[in-house]
């Protein structure tokens, strides 16, 4: 079962999706709570939401063989 608080929206994830698209302002209020709570999710996992995932690569279109 998914559920949201005390609420079961669905059983399996196809019923659970049903039920969020069946109720566009749930939808959008998950969304909101989940956009203004990334960075202590990104943080609950050893990750910062602020810095870059690795280091950047510099390339050009030289790089690459024309065929």
Not at 18 to 25: C, D, M
Not at 45 to 57: D, E, I, L, M
């Amino acid at each position: 079962w998914f559920s949201i608080g005390d609420e079961r929206i669905g059983q399996g994830r196809d019923s659970a999706k049903r039920y969020l698209e069946e109720h566009p302002a749930l939808t959008d209020e998950l969304e909101k709570k989940v956009r203004e709570n990334m960075d202590k999710l990104a943080l609950s996992r050893g990750k910062s939401a602020a810095k870059p995932a690795g280091k950047g690569v510099d390339v050009s279109a030289d790089d690459f063989d024309e065929t």
